[in-house]
Nanobody, 122 residues
Framework: QVQLVESGGGLVQSGGSLRLSCAAS????????MGWFRQAPGKEREFVSG????????YYADSVKGRFTISRDNAKNTLYLQMNSLKSEDTAVYYC???????????????WGQGTQVTVSS
């Protein structure tokens, strides 16, 4: 399996921005579709965004569409999530995920990172 390590979380005011990163190792990064999920306190983990192996196709949850941008740099084995216009309801632990199948990564990916906390203060 591919190993995933997230970074970039933190505390930000409402309306602010953060960029999350996910460093991958152990397998050929470009062989994997990637995704971001999040879990808020007391809630189930939910899908945020997905991207195919080349970056040519992306997919977003309605709640983040127009505010978040997913991207990847296969040369650096890194996935990104640019988060703008953050709201208090974006507060959650954010997880990076990977799967060889794009249709699977947005639903039930096979590999997960440990998560990074994002807290948006109002």
């Amino acid at each position: 399996q591919v190993q995933l390590v997230e970074s970039g979380g933190g505390l930000v005011q409402s309306g602010g921005s953060l960029r999350l990163s996910c460093a991958a190792s152990g397998r050929t990064f470009s062989n994997y579709a990637m995704g971001w999920f999040r879990q808020a306190p007391g809630k189930e983990r939910e899908f945020v965004s997905g991207i195919n192996w080349s970056g040519s196709s992306t997919y977003y949850a309605d709640s983040v569409k127009g505010r978040f941008t997913i991207s990847r740099d296969n040369a650096k084995n890194t996935l990104y999530l640019q988060m703008n216009s953050l709201k208090s309801e974006d507060t959650a632990v954010y997880y990076c995920a990977a799967d060889k199948d794009y249709s699977t990564v947005v639903v039930n990916p096979g590999s997960w990172g440990q998560g990074t906390q994002v807290t948006v203060s109002s």
